[in-house]
């Protein structure tokens, strides 16, 4: 599977984004996709994830309320839909892939092998 990050974007804070992770190769409906985000000089950190069924996500707490992330298969598609953006939220996000992730590991970026080239996503005050 490859996959490739898009979306991002400058935004006000408070505004709304909706980023898109779009895979290629292998068998997406079998891949559990994580967002991860890196800001400057500091270490990359979960934000999502979504299972391959697509029936249970889970949220950083810094985004829950605020991020939602979903799935469409038949587009081969994860999306991470992020409302009431803050400063604090400006990074580059990265979409990622694994076809054998255990729950205990989700929030672990060494639990993915696939992983996007990024997307920029800048919150001005």
């Known amino acids: 599977v490859q996959l490739q990050a898009s979306g991002g974007g400058l935004v006000q804070a408070g505004g709304s984004l909706r980023l898109s992770c779009a895979a290629s190769?292998?068998?997406?409906?079998?891949?559990?996709v994580g967002w991860f985000r890196q800001a400057p000089g500091k270490e990359r950190e979960f934000v999502a994830a979504?299972?391959?069924?697509?029936?249970?996500?889970y949220l950083a707490e810094a985004v829950k309320g605020r991020f939602t992330v979903s799935r469409d298969n038949g587009k081969n598609t994860v999306y991470l839909i992020m409302n009431s953006l803050r400063p604090d939220d400006t990074a580059v996000y990265y979409c990622?892939?694994?076809?054998?992730?255990?729950?205990?590991?989700?929030?672990?970026?060494?639990?993915?092998?696939?992983w996007g080239q990024g997307t920029q996503v800048t919150v001005s005050s």
């Open positions: 990622a892939a694994s076809s054998s992730i255990i729950l205990s590991s989700i929030r672990m970026s060494r639990s993915y092998g696939t």
């Open positions: 190769g292998g068998t997406f409906s079998r891949q559990t």
């Open positions: 979504i299972f391959r069924s697509g029936g249970n996500t």
